[in-house]
């Protein structure tokens, strides 16, 4: 595709309720990135893949987060048992190794 | 405190005026990107800088790597370039080297007509 798509733009979960987010990257780009972002406030990194290996998921907030890319290219975020906290836009992009990322829309996520 | 810092967080100008928005950072990097995110879009690289200066357009990026600084100017504002701007910065030596962004909290730009 033209650019970096995230699905659904927009989601609103019970709490208590597991959410998947999806990211698909511009074709070609080994780097994929999750970050998430709060009303106000700059985005902050959760996880890394270089191809369909997660390298680095230090900011991930808890083990109710979970990320994967399984063939190196799609990847989901996904968040079991959502809790208000989790109410954030969270971002993916992606990037040729070590070069300008490319973002996607984001999906906004409310937990109620 | 935030290893990125900008300022101002708000910014409201009249259209014509020039505008600045200044980013310090208290780490070594190894790029800084300046960032643009319309409300409810996503986010699009304006600049990824090491050193001294580019330009595009009416947009200008600075950055002193000694003094830890970067400035974002736009010359002739328009009520189009409403809205928030975000520098990022790539550590450098010592520090991750496959793409991790550190990011400001952004700065909020309203440009009136």
């Known amino acids: 595709g033209a650019g970096v798509s995230q699905s659904p733009r927009y989601k609103v979960a019970k709490r208590g309720q597991d959410v998947a987010l999806r990211c698909d990257p511009i074709?070609?780009?080994?780097?994929l990135f999750w970050y998430q972002q709060a009303l106000g406030q700059g985005p902050e990194f959760l996880t890394y893949?270089?191809?369909?290996?997660?390298?680095?998921k230090s900011g991930l907030p808890s083990d109710r987060f979970f990320a994967e890319r399984p063939e190196g290219s799609v990847s989901t975020l996904k968040i079991q048992r959502t809790q208000q906290e989790d109410s954030a836009v969270y971002l993916c992009?992606?990037?040729?190794?070590?070069?300008?990322?490319?973002f996607g829309p984001g999906t906004r996520l409310t937990v109620l | 405190k935030n290893e990125v810092e900008q300022s101002p967080q708000n910014l409201t100008a009249q259209e014509g005026e020039f505008i600045t928005i200044n980013c310090s950072y208290s780490?070594?990097?190894?790029?800084l990107h300046w960032l643009q995110q319309h409300p409810g879009g996503g986010i699009v690289s304006l600049f990824m800088?090491?050193?001294g200066k580019k330009k595009h357009g009416r947009l200008i990026a600075t950055i002193n790597i000694q003094e830890k600084h970067s400035s974002l100017h736009i010359t002739a504002s328009h009520p189009r370039d409403s809205a928030v701007y975000i520098c990022?910065?790539?550590?450098?030596?010592?520090?991750?080297?496959?793409?991790?962004?550190?990011f400001g909290q952004g700065t909020i730009l309203t440009v009136h007509p």
């Open positions: 992009a992606s990037s040729l190794q070590g070069s300008e990322q490319f």
């Open positions: 074709s070609g780009h080994v780097s």
């Open positions: 893949f270089q191809n369909e290996a997660q390298l680095d």
């Open positions: 780490v070594g990097i190894s790029a």
């Open positions: 800088l090491s050193s």
């Open positions: 990022a910065v790539l550590l450098g030596a010592g520090g991750t080297s496959y793409g991790k962004l550190t």
